[in-house]
């Protein structure tokens, strides 16, 4: 009774000021160990859509079911997603149309980069009934192999630039699809 309140009290609220105040509910599931890079985004992420995160090793994949929207990022290994994620989205649930989005964070980046690096995970969360709203890639701090004699490259990556891009990147995703939810609020 008092969440149909809330829900009803917020759609009224909605549409009195034009703005969505439906709740959505956004996680973030995260695997980072190299530098921990993709962890500096997810939490750029995570402020800007009040998402929890949470790595595969953590979550419930039964309690997907309740969020609107799941982020998924890694470092890239070998032009894909961390092992770990991979296997993880291999055993997550059937979706009926699940949004989802992609991250990552590696040491070179590009449109057709992003694009090569993100196939093995995009196909795996089509495949288990994801929407991808968006991916977002940037550059991280790398000291693999030999690298590591060099002093490694891009240090200092993700910097305050790349971070400020991925906030716009969330800030864009979050009211695309506050707009969606409110659109089929209204018609419903
Ligand atoms: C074992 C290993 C393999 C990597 N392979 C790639 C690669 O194929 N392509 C790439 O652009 N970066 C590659 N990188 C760089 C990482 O993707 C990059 O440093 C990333 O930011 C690490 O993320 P993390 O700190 O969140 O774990 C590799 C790094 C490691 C340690």
Known sequence: MAT???????TQLMRMTGESVLPMKSLLIT?????NNTEKVAQVFAKVLDAQITSPQQINRQKLQDYDLIGF????DSDKHYQGLLDFADKLPQFKDKNAFIFSTSALTGEDKLTR???ALREKLRGRGCIIVGE???KGYNTNSF????????KGRPNAEDLKHAEEFALNLKQSLQE?????DMNR
């Open 31 to 35: 695997l980072s160990y190299h530098h």
């Open 73 to 76: 990022g890694s470092g890239i």
């Open 117 to 119: 690096d993100h196939m």
């Open 136 to 138: 977002f890639q940037c």
């Open 4 to 10: 149909f309140l809330l829900e009803y009290l917020g």
């Open 147 to 154: 690298l590591r004699f060099l002093g490694g490259i891009n």
């Open 180 to 184: 969606t939810f409110s659109y089929n």
